[in-house]
C-alpha cells in the first residue's frame, strides 16, 4: 500500500477514534445482564435476521448468512421495526439512520451519496453510483428511488465499492431492501396515520397459509397530502387563489406466493407495483441575482416555500415488477435463482423560469417515456466444506428504453421542438468469492467479478411547432465495456464476536451514452465506466448489551462522469455543455457505529462518519458562475474544480437514537423513541465556484452549500396489553429544520427548494 494511503487512513482512524473515545467503558458490561433488541425482527427471505443471541444480528450482504460483526466490511442492518420507530419514512431520509449516507434530488430523480460518492449526472437514462436492491432485484432507474418505505422488513447499507458481489454501479455501495415475506402462521397488519397539511397515510400486510406448502401475503400502501409549497396564483397579492404546487400522492402494492415443495426447496413469485406523484423536486423558485426576463417581487414567489408557475409541476412515476426466486440446499450449499422483469414509465412537466410569465417550459411525455427491464441472476453458495465458503455466480441485465424530451419554450401545449432518444443496455457477469479459514481465527478471502456490457442509442426529432411524423434515426451508435473487479480480504477474530479486518477493493458505474441531443454523429461518443480503488481497515465487537463498528478507507476514483465545456462544432469559437468523464478525485475517512443497553428497555444508538473527497483534477468543469458588474449569472463557466469538495460528502456527519419502553398496569406498554442526525456543511449537488468575475474573495469559494443542522423525530407509541393494538403520536422534524433540497442556478439566476417543515400527527395500528 502506497505510504500516501497509508498516512491517509490513520489519518481517519485517528479521527474515529477520537469521536468513541467516550465509550470505552463499554467495554466492561455484564454479559449476563438483561439484554434488549438489537433492531432486527424476524427475517425476510434471509435479509437480516436474529440469531440465537437477542443482540445477535444475521445479514446477507456477502450472499450467504452470517453475522453482522464478521462481515469484513462496514455495514449498516435496519429492521422495519426500527424504521417506523425512527419516524423514517421515505429512503431520502435514511441518512437519520445511516452516518455517512444521504439521498438529494437533482429535479425528478434521486441520487444517493455513500462516503461522498455520488452521481452528478440525471436522466431517465442513467443509474446511479449506489446499486439498490429490491426484493433481489437491480433498480436501475433514479426517479423511483423516491418512494416512500412501505411495508419493509429490513434495509441493509453497504458501505463502499461492492463490485464483485454486486457488480455494475456499486462503486459506492449498494442498498438492499427485502419487503415483508409470506408468515406460515395467519398475521395481520394494519395501520393509518393523520397529519397537518392535510395528510393521511395508510399500510395493511396480510399474510397465512394457502394450503400445506403455500403461504402468500398482500401489503398496500397509501398516503396523500396537500405539501408545503404554495404558488401565488394569478393575483400575487391576494391568497385567495393560492393553490398546492406540489402535493404527495403515493401508492404500493406488493404481493408475494411461496411455494416450498420439500425442506430443501422454496419458490416464492412476488409483484410490486407503485405510483408516486412527487414534484417537489420540479417547482423552481428563484430567490437570487434573478435575470432581467424575470418580473420583480411580488409579481415573482422568491420567498421559501413559495411559487409563482403558471404551469403546474407534474412528475408520476410508475413502477411494476415481476419476480421469481428460487432457493434449493443443495446438501451442498444454496442455490439461489432470482429473475425479474419491470417496467416503469416517467412523466413531467415543469416551468423553468419560476414565473408567471412564458418564457420557457418543459416535460418529458408520458406515453413513450418508458423502460423494460429482464434480468436474472443465479448463485451458488458452498459451506459444506470444512472451514471454506464459496459463492459461484452469474448476471444478465437487458434493458430497452425510450425517452422524450420536449420543449414548448413560451407557447405551451404548442411544441417547438421534440427529441426521442432510444437506449438500450445489455449486461454479462460472472463472479466467484471465497473464504478460508488458513489458521484458527484468520481468514482470507478473495473474489473476482468479470463484467462486459453493449450499450447502444439512437436519437430522432420531430420539427416544427407542433406534434408530427418522427425522422428515422438521425443519429446513433453502440459501445462495449468490460473489466475486472477485484477484492481481497484478511479478517482475525480477536475473540468471540470481536474482529479486525483489511480489504482491497474495485468498483465501477457503467459507461454511458450523452441523452443530450447533438447535431453530427462524430460528436456522439461513449463516456467511460466511473471506477475506484479501495483501501479500507476495520474493527468490529460485539455482545448481548453492546456493538461498536469502527472503519477507515482511502478511495482513489477517476473517469468520473461530469458535466464539462467542449468546444461547439456547429459554432466555432464557442462552447457547450457536454456529459464527459473528469480525471481523477479522492477520498478518506472513517466512520463509527455504537449501540448499547444502558438498562432493561433503555437503549442508545450513535454513529458518526468523517468524510474527505476532494476533485484531484478537474480543470475543465462547467460550472455556474456570477458577474459581480452585473449581478447575473455567468452560465456554462469554464471553472477549475481541482481541490474543491465534491458533492453530497459532509465533512461530519452523525446521528444519535434512544427509546425507552415502559411497562404500565395491566400489562400494557409504552414507548418513547428519538433518533436525531447532524451534518456539517455540504455542496448539495453543483459544486460550481462563484468564479473569477465575482471578484478575489468569492472567485474560489462553492456557491451552492447546505450549512450545517441538527434534525429531530420523536414518537410516542401505546400497545396493549394482548400486543395487538397501538396508538401513537409522532413529530417528523421536530426542530423544523429547513434544509435546502434543491440548490442550483442557472441563466434565469439561483433557485432552491426545501424539505418538508415539522409534520406531526396521530397514528392507530392493529397487528395480529
Known amino acids: 500500500m502506497p505510504l500516501t494511503i497509508g498516512r491517509k487512513l490513520l489519518l481517519a482512524s485517528i479521527s474515529m477514534l477520537a469521536v468513541t473515545a467516550g465509550s470505552g467503558q463499554a467495554f466492561a458490561e455484564d454479559a449476563d445482564q438483561p439484554v434488549a433488541e438489537a433492531g432486527a425482527e424476524e427475517r425476510a427471505d434471509g435479509a437480516v435476521g436474529r440469531g440465537t443471541d437477542t443482540n445477535e444480528i444475521i445479514v446477507t450482504a456477502q450472499r450467504r448468512a452470517e453475522r453482522l460483526e464478521d462481515v469484513p466490511f462496514a455495514i449498516t442492518a435496519v429492521s422495519g421495526e426500527a424504521l417506523s420507530q425512527s419516524g423514517v419514512v421515505e429512503l431520502k431520509d435514511i441518512g437519520m439512520l445511516v452516518a455517512g449516507a444521504q439521498i438529494n434530488r437533482s429535479g425528478a430523480f434521486a441520487q444517493p451519496s455513500i462516503r461522498g460518492v455520488t452521481t452528478l449526472t440525471s436522466a431517465f437514462n442513467f443509474e446511479n453510483g449506489v446499486a439498490l436492491y429490491l426484493d433481489g432485484l437491480y433498480q436501475s432507474d433514479q426517479a423511483s428511488l423516491l418512494n416512500d418505505l412501505a411495508n419493509i422488513a429490513s434495509i441493509q447499507v453497504l458501505k463502499g465499492p461492492q463490485g464483485t458481489l454486486y457488480g455494475r454501479n456499486a462503486m459506492a455501495g449498494a442498498i438492499v431492501i427485502e419487503t415483508l415475506a409470506p408468515s406460515e402462521v395467519l398475521t395481520a397488519k394494519a395501520d393509518i396515520s393523520v397529519a397537518n397539511r392535510d395528510e393521511i397515510k395508510g399500510r395493511v400486510y396480510i399474510s397465512g397459509p394457502l394450503a400445506d406448502g403455500i403461504a402468500a401475503s398482500i401489503s398496500a400502501y397509501r398516503r396523500k397530502n396537500d405539501g408545503y409549497i404554495r404558488d401565488i396564483g394569478d393575483d400575487p397579492v391576494s391568497k385567495r387563489d393560492d393553490y398546492d404546487a406540489a402535493p404527495l400522492d403515493q401508492t404500493a402494492i406488493n404481493a408475494k406466493l411461496r411455494f416450498q415443495p420439500s425442506d430443501a426447496l422454496t419458490l416464492t413469485l412476488g409483484y410490486n407495483h407503485s405510483v408516486s406523484k412527487d414534484a417537489r423536486g420540479l417547482v423552481y423558485t428563484y430567490y437570487r441575482f434573478p435575470s432581467a426576463a424575470l418580473p420583480t417581487p411580488p409579481a415573482r414567489a422568491f420567498e421559501r416555500d413559495r411559487a409563482s408557475n403558471n404551469l403546474q409541476a407534474l412528475s408520476r412515476v410508475q413502477v411494476d415488477e415481476a419476480s421469481l426466486i428460487l432457493k434449493w440446499d443443495t446438501g451442498v450449499g444454496q442455490l439461489t435463482s432470482i429473475t425479474g422483469y419491470g417496467k416503469r414509465s416517467l412523466a413531467n412537466r415543469y416551468d423553468f423560469d419560476g414565473s408567471k410569465r412564458a418564457l420557457f417550459y418543459g416535460g418529458q411525455n408520458k406515453a413513450d417515456n418508458f423502460k423494460k427491464t429482464i434480468q436474472s441472476t443465479l448463485d451458488f453458495a458452498i459451506d459444506s466444506i470444512d472451514r471454506v465458503n464459496l459463492v459461484f455466480g452469474g448476471f444478465v441485465y437487458d434493458e430497452n428504453s425510450r425517452n422524450r424530451s420536449q420543449n414548448w419554450g413560451s407557447t405551451y401545449p404548442v411544441l417547438q421542438s421534440e427529441v426521442q432518444v432510444d437506449y438500450g443496455s445489455r449486461a454479462y457477469a460472472a463472479y466467484a468469492d471465497g473464504t478460508v479459514e488458513a489458521a484458527d481465527g484468520l481468514f482470507l478471502s478473495a473474489g473476482i467479478r468479470y463484467s462486459w456490457e453493449k450499450k447502444r442509442t439512437a436519437y430522432f426529432q420531430i420539427p416544427g411547432l407542433s406534434p408530427g411524423p418522427y425522422f428515422p434515426p438521425l443519429l446513433g451508435k453502440t459501445a462495449t465495456f468490460d473489466g475486472l473487479t477485484p477484492r481481497a480480504v484478511i479478517r482475525y477474530e480477536l475473540g468471540d464476536r470481536t474482529n479486525v479486518y483489511a480489504s482491497f477493493s474495485k468498483g465501477f458505474r457503467a459507461g454511458v451514452f450523452d441523452p443530450a441531443p447533438v447535431a453530427d454523429q462524430s460528436t456522439i461518443q461513449p463516456i467511460n465506466p466511473e471506477k475506484i480503488t479501495s483501501y479500507e481497515l476495520g474493527f468490529k465487537t460485539a455482545t448481548n448489551r453492546m456493538r461498536l463498528n469502527l472503519a477507515a478507507y482511502y478511495y482513489d476514483y477517476k473517469d468520473l462522469q461530469v458535466g464539462v465545456t467542449v468546444p461547439n462544432p456547429n459554432a466555432p ?196
Open 573 to 768: 469559437g464557442s462552447v457547450t455543455t457536454k456529459i464527459a468523464n473528469a480525471e481523477a478525485a479522492e477520498g478518506y475517512g472513517g466512520e463509527a457505529e455504537f449501540s448499547y443497553t444502558l438498562a432493561e428497555r433503555l437503549n442508545l444508538r450513535l454513529g458518526a462518519a468523517y468524510i474527505h473527497a476532494r476533485y484531484t483534477d478537474f480543470k475543465n468543469a462547467t460550472g455556474v458562475g456570477w458577474r459581480a458588474s452585473t449581478g447575473f449569472n455567468i452560465s456554462n463557466q469554464i471553472q477549475d474544480w481541482s481541490g474543491q469538495q465534491m458533492a453530497r460528502a459532509p465533512t461530519w456527519s452523525g446521528n444519535i437514537g434512544v427509546d425507552y419502553t415502559a411497562e404500565l398496569a395491566g400489562g400494557s406498554e409504552l414507548n418513547f423513541a428519538v433518533n436525531a442526525n447532524y451534518s456539517s456543511s455540504y455542496v448539495v449537488r453543483d459544486p460550481s465556484l462563484w468564479g473569477p468575475e465575482a471578484g478575489a474573495a468569492l472567485a474560489k469559494k462553492q456557491r451552492y452549500r447546505q450549512g450545517s443542522y441538527a434534525m429531530a423525530n420523536v414518537q410516542v407509541n401505546w400497545t396493549d396489553a394482548s400486543g395487538h393494538a397501538k396508538v401513537g403520536v409522532f413529530c417528523q422534524n421536530c426542530t423544523n429544520k429547513r434544509i435546502q433540497m434543491i440548490l442550483a442556478g442557472g441563466a434565469f439566476g439561483d433557485y432552491r427548494q426545501f424539505n418538508d417543515p415539522r409534520t406531526y400527527g396521530v397514528r392507530i395500528g392493529f397487528e395480529y
